[in-house]
């Protein structure tokens, strides 16, 4: 997969020139931007960016980029591929086809020297870099900014439960949202590459490595910094330097609390970088940083729990609820009478139920959207208390209608015994759904 560049005429930039580069990666052409420092005479260090998740731009990565070429990196940032990867479609080794593709290209550059590019790998780039530097030795050198040392599943678990937490999220949503959420995401193959194990990659890794951290509220650091170093050295790499910066958040950017992100680089990081590829920074490491909480291993779910009884499962409920009500419209158009037995109790199961099941599978998208709770009111989202009232009364609604039912079973015609016996099921089976989902506990 030879790198093919076409580069544009030079233009200045900020901290030095920009040229427009397209290179091959497999079949695919990728678009980027070589940025090197003003003025720079002879070979200098090149870095490869290597994106976090997301359809990511390079315009994203713009401090960064200004940032190394002040300090005397030849750097090359690309627009991340679309063909290939999506919210639920992913391949980390065809991501590291592309960042060894970059690779290829800095290094026939006139001003680079090919001994020393490198590659920065960014969050999701923290297990797409050190893979990508495990298949080639034209990688001189790794450098890894809010790397994860755990699955993707589990760092997602852990994010979003940080955030939840900062929101002054408690209880049943919190556990349901970060945990029970992730699983069922996992299960339902909408989690790409959920169980990545970043360990072989890196026992395999022999370039030189620095990984940096600041008050990371997405990747583990204190767990990530000791298991990419042991893997590091299990694999026989001694060449590994951490260090931490704890006024900095997820991408180093300056931060009071690791949430809140400000617009300028935290102070030292990129100036740490370049003494250490330049090889006169010190070497020692930083204590390991706070870190408030463990990650967790996610269990997978069970069978009658996983995504495809689950889909049944809400399928049934919601054709059987809407069907009731659209009997009960029918029946009122065409100025039939109440049959026995299914009065106010079935016609409240009915629309309490289908308005819960929808209600919440919205808000589950809502939230594994924009990673937001909404609103809180004490400790619970103002969004998940009302599902919570609305689950209550379809409860009341099923016990209500079951016995009903029970009541008229003497007097109901055939058709009125169907109708009420499937949404009396639907509402049996509402209530190991909502327990499951957290829906019916504190």
Same mark, same amino acid.
């Given at each position: 997969?030879?790198?093919?560049?076409?580069?544009?005429?030079?233009?200045?930039?900020?901290?030095?020139?920009?040229?427009?580069?397209?290179?091959?990666?497999?079949?695919?052409?990728?678009?980027?931007?070589?940025?090197?420092?003003?003025?720079?005479?002879?070979?200098?260090?090149?870095?490869?960016?290597?994106?976090?998740?997301?359809?990511?731009?390079?315009?994203?990565?713009?401090?960064?980029?200004?940032?190394?070429?002040?300090?005397?990196?030849?750097?090359?940032?690309?627009?991340?591929?679309?063909?290939?990867?999506?919210?639920?479609?992913?391949?980390?080794?065809?991501?590291?086809?592309?960042?060894?593709?970059?690779?290829?290209?800095?290094?026939?550059?006139?001003?680079?020297?090919?001994?020393?590019?490198?590659?920065?790998?960014?969050?999701?780039?923290?297990?797409?870099?050190?893979?990508?530097?495990?298949?080639?030795?034209?990688?001189?050198?790794?450098?890894?900014?809010?790397?994860?040392?755990?699955?993707?599943?589990? %760092?997602?678990?852990?994010?979003?439960?940080?955030?939840?937490?900062?929101?002054?999220?408690?209880?049943?949503?919190?556990?349901?949202?970060?945990?029970?959420?992730?699983?069922?995401?996992?299960?339902?193959?909408?989690?790409? %590459?959920?169980?990545?194990?970043?360990?072989?990659?890196?026992?395999?890794?022999?370039?030189?490595?620095?990984?940096?951290?600041?008050?990371?509220?997405?990747?583990?650091?204190? %767990?990530?910094?000791?298991?990419?170093?042991?893997?590091?050295?299990?694999?026989?790499?001694?060449?590994?330097?951490?260090?931490?910066?704890?006024?900095?958040?997820?991408?180093?950017?300056?931060?009071?609390?690791?949430?809140?992100?400000?617009?300028?680089?935290?102070?030292?990081?990129?100036?740490?970088?370049?003494?250490?590829?330049?090889?006169?920074?010190?070497?020692?490491?930083?204590?390991?940083?706070?870190?408030?909480?463990?990650?967790?291993?996610?269990?997978?779910?069970?069978?009658?729990?996983?995504?495809?009884?689950?889909?049944?499962?809400?399928?049934?409920?919601?054709?059987?609820?809407?069907?009731?009500?659209?009997?009960?419209?029918?029946?009122?158009?065409?100025?039939?009478?109440?049959?026995?037995?299914?009065?106010?109790?079935?016609?409240?199961?009915?629309?309490?139920?289908?308005?819960?099941?929808?209600?919440?599978?919205?808000?589950?998208?809502?939230?594994?959207?924009?990673?937001?709770?909404?609103?809180?009111?004490?400790?619970?989202?103002?969004?998940?208390?009302?599902?919570?009232?609305?689950?209550?009364?379809?409860?009341?609604?099923?016990?209500?209608?079951?016995?009903?039912?029970?009541?008229?079973?003497?007097?109901?015609?055939?058709?009125?015994?169907?109708?009420?016996?499937?949404?009396?099921?639907?509402?049996?089976?509402?209530?190991?759904?909502?327990?499951?989902?957290?829906?019916?506990?504190?």
């Amino acid at each position: 997969m030879a790198a093919a560049g076409g580069v544009a005429v030079a233009r200045p930039a900020g901290q030095g020139t920009e040229e427009s580069v397209a290179f091959r990666s497999g079949d695919l052409t990728l678009h980027g931007t070589v940025t090197a420092p003003a003025g720079a005479a002879g070979r200098r260090p090149g870095i490869v960016l290597v994106h976090g998740s997301g359809p990511e731009k390079r315009a994203n990565y713009q401090a960064e980029v200004q940032a190394m070429a002040r300090v005397g990196f030849v750097v090359l940032s690309y627009d991340k591929r679309t063909t290939g990867y999506s919210q639920t479609q992913r391949s980390y080794a065809q991501l590291a086809d592309d960042a060894l593709a970059g690779v290829r290209l800095l290094s026939r550059r006139a001003d680079v020297d090919p001994h020393k590019v490198g590659l920065w790998g960014f969050s999701e780039g923290g297990w797409v870099a050190p893979l990508a530097a495990s298949r080639s030795t034209q990688v001189s050198y790794v450098v890894l900014v809010g790397a994860s040392g755990v699955s993707p599943a589990r %760092e997602s678990a852990w994010s979003l439960e940080n955030k939840l937490r900062h929101a002054g999220v408690a209880g049943s949503p919190l556990r349901t949202l970060s945990g029970t959420a992730t699983r069922f995401l996992t299960d339902a193959g909408l989690l790409p %590459e959920a169980g990545y194990d970043p360990m072989p990659a890196l026992r395999r890794l022999r370039q030189p490595v620095l990984a940096i951290w600041g008050n990371d509220q997405q990747s583990p650091p204190a %767990e990530s910094a000791g298991a990419i170093e042991k893997a590091l050295r299990d694999g026989g790499n001694t060449d590994v330097t951490l260090r931490f910066f704890p006024h900095a958040d997820h991408k180093l950017h300056a931060s009071p609390d690791g949430f809140q992100r400000g617009r300028q680089l935290t102070p030292g990081y990129v100036d740490t970088m370049a003494s250490w590829v330049a090889g006169h920074g010190h070497r020692a490491d930083d204590a390991l940083p706070r870190q408030a909480r463990q990650s967790h291993a996610l269990a997978p779910l069970r069978g009658y729990q996983s995504s495809a009884a689950q889909a049944a499962g809400v399928l049934f409920m919601v054709v059987s609820f809407a069907a009731y009500l659209l009997g009960e419209l029918v029946r009122r158009l065409r100025g039939r009478p109440c049959a026995p037995g299914a009065g106010r109790a079935p016609r409240w199961l009915a629309t309490t139920g289908l308005a819960t099941v929808l209600g919440f599978l919205g808000y589950l998208s809502l939230v594994a959207t924009t990673l937001t709770p909404g609103p809180v009111l004490g400790s619970r989202p103002v969004l998940w208390l009302v599902l919570q009232l609305l689950t209550a009364g379809t409860a009341l609604a099923t016990a209500a209608t079951a016995l009903g039912w029970w009541r008229a079973r003497a007097s109901a015609t055939g058709r009125t015994h169907a109708r009420l016996g499937l949404l009396a099921l639907a509402g049996a089976a509402f209530v190991p759904w909502a327990l499951f989902w957290g829906l019916m506990t504190p």
